[in-house]
């Protein structure tokens, strides 16, 4: 079974937490950001992440991570939640500064889809017309997208802890914290206590890594 990803994409991570939190045996592969190529033989489509499971190719993330828990172990139950939405509306107030803030660091902190020039171009070239603007003067912005985004962290809704529900993983988490997690990449933005507690725990439930050691 392979699971085709790239290390930045929070759509990817979904498929990755629950694919190691229900203990599936799958090989994930990291393929270049400009490899149009691999994707296009697989689904016919420049997305990931995509599943390759006995012969079957399938992309879409959600569809992803609910084969990956038909799949994996039975005894690790996905609770159910309902609470992503909320969050996530706070969140999407502030999309174009995190956006501002992520997309010239994911080229920068060293990650395996972006090891090649070609990739970081091809990257760079897409992602800067959706910000209309250069990744150098994203940069130089830092401060003012910290602020709204640190704006945005204190006014979100109680996040439910793995540790407060048996530490078990729920279908909230799935969708919340990709976002949040992809965050620590930012050198010097503060998380408050609780949502620090948060992605702290999911990141060891699911076993996926932050990027507060690579953070510029």
Same mark, same amino acid.
């Given at each position: 079974m392979n699971l085709y990803l790239y %290390? $930045?994409?929070p759509f990817c991570v979904r498929a990755e937490m629950v694919a190691n939190y229900k203990q599936v045996n799958q !090989?994930? &592969? #990291?393929?270049?950001? +400009?490899?149009?190529?691999?994707? #296009? =033989?697989? &689904?016919?489509? =420049?997305? *990931?992440? &995509?599943?390759? $499971?006995?012969?079957?190719?399938?992309?879409?993330?959600?569809d992803i991570a609910k084969r990956l828990d038909e799949l994996g172990n039975p005894? =690790?139950? &996905?609770?159910?939640?309902? $609470?992503?939405k +909320?969050? *996530?509306?706070?969140l999407n107030q502030v999309n174009? /500064?995190?956006?501002? *803030?992520?997309?010239p660091r994911n080229i920068r902190i060293g990650l395996p889809e972006f090891k090649t020039q070609s990739a970081q171009d091809y990257f760079e070239g897409k992602k800067e017309k959706i910000i209309d603007m250069s990744f150098a003067t994203a940069m %130089? !912005?830092? !401060?003012? $997208?910290? %602020?709204?985004v640190e704006n945005a962290l204190g006014k979100l809704p109680s996040l439910s802890l793995p540790s407060d529900r048996?530490?078990?993983? /729920?279908? %909230? +988490?799935?969708l919340v914290y990709p976002v949040l997690r992809n965050l620590t990449m930012v050198a010097n933005l503060t998380f408050p206590d609780s949502v620090q507690a948060y992605i702290d725990e999911v990141s060891k439930l699911t076993q996926t890594h932050t990027y507060f050691d690579k953070a510029i």
């Open positions: %290390d $930045h994409c !090989q994930n &592969i #990291y393929l270049a950001n +400009d490899d149009e190529e691999s994707c #296009y =033989k697989l &689904i016919g489509a =420049k997305v *990931l992440p &995509i599943l390759e $499971h006995q012969g079957d190719a399938m992309g879409e993330s959600l005894e =690790k139950i &996905i609770e159910e939640g309902g $609470h992503a +909320d969050v *996530l509306e706070v174009f /500064s995190i956006n501002c *803030l992520l997309f %130089d !912005q830092t !401060q003012e $997208h910290i %602020d709204k048996e530490n078990t993983l /729920s279908w %909230d +988490d799935v």
